[in-house]
T-cell receptor, first 111, second 115 residues
Framework: GENVEQHPSTLSVQEGDSAVIKCTYS??????FPWYKQELGKRPQLIID?????GEKKDQRIAVTLNKTAKHFSLHITETQPEDSAVYFC??????????FGAGTTVTVRA | DVKVTQSSRYLVKRTGEKVFLECVQD?????MFWYRQDPGLGLRLIYF???????EKGDIPEGYSVSREKKERFSLILESASTNQTSMYLC??????????????FGSGTRLTVV
């Protein structure tokens, strides 16, 4: 099955700086890569996703890049704000339509 | 707005008890999933279902079973609860088995403590 690795496990950034989270996947058939944000005590929520026929996608301060050859994808958050503090999960989906998740990255934005 | 509702936010059960975790979604989604979330391990798939009365094992099905008698409801059953099943349990749903690739909508989670 699919194996998704996520790094780093924790990330502390100064407010206004950028944050980057990286994930790798093992199944070359994977074709859909969503990112979820989970605030403390709340449910994970989809914040951005990318499909395998696209290399980059941007939505305001967040962007995701995908390198299919290297089998890795990344989340970029620019101009970080305190409300960006949360746990972020990457995931990958292959032909069996299940999502496999990374272990999560705890992002702390320092004021 | 899609809603996925888990019946309990917090549960405390004794070792050996049979435990039922309920999940209901209101958007006619075909797919439903049960994950457990543990620090440092992320979300691990326990069981999933693509249709009524259909179920498939995920990555960590041992000690669990599921039931899907109606499309909107997916139940996770711990046949005999053990302390190593203390965890946060998340239910999720998504539309369409094949076709556009939609992410999941998650429930709020049930934090289960087995004592």
């Amino acid at each position: 099955g699919e194996n998704v690795e996520q790094h780093p496990s924790t990330l502390s950034v100064q407010e206004g700086d950028s944050a980057v989270i990286k994930c790798t996947y093992s199944d070359s058939a994977s074709n859909y890569f969503p990112w979820y944000k989970q605030e403390l005590g709340k449910r994970p929520q989809l914040i951005i996703d990318i499909r395998s026929n696209v290399g980059e996608k941007k939505d305001q301060r967040i962007a995701v890049t995908l390198n299919k050859t290297a089998k890795h994808f990344s989340l970029h958050i620019t101009e970080t704000q305190p409300e960006d503090s949360a746990v972020y999960f990457c995931a990958a989906r292959s032909n069996d339509y299940k999502l496999s998740f990374g272990a999560g990255t705890t992002v702390t934005v320092r004021a | 707005d899609v809603k996925v509702t888990q019946s309990s936010r917090y549960l405390v059960k004794r070792t050996g008890e049979k435990v039922f975790l309920e999940c209901v979604q209101d958007m006619d989604h075909e797919n439903m999933f049960w994950y457990r979330q543990d620090p440092g391990l992320g979300l691990r798939l326990i069981y999933f279902s693509y249709d009524v009365k259909m179920k498939e094992k995920g990555d960590i099905p041992e000690g669990y079973s599921v039931s899907r008698e109606k499309k909107e409801r997916f139940s996770l059953i711990l046949e005999s609860a053990s302390t190593n099943q203390t965890s946060m349990y998340l239910c999720a749903s998504s539309p369409i088995h094949r076709g556009p690739f939609y992410g999941y909508t998650f429930g709020s989670g049930t934090r289960l403590t087995v004592v």
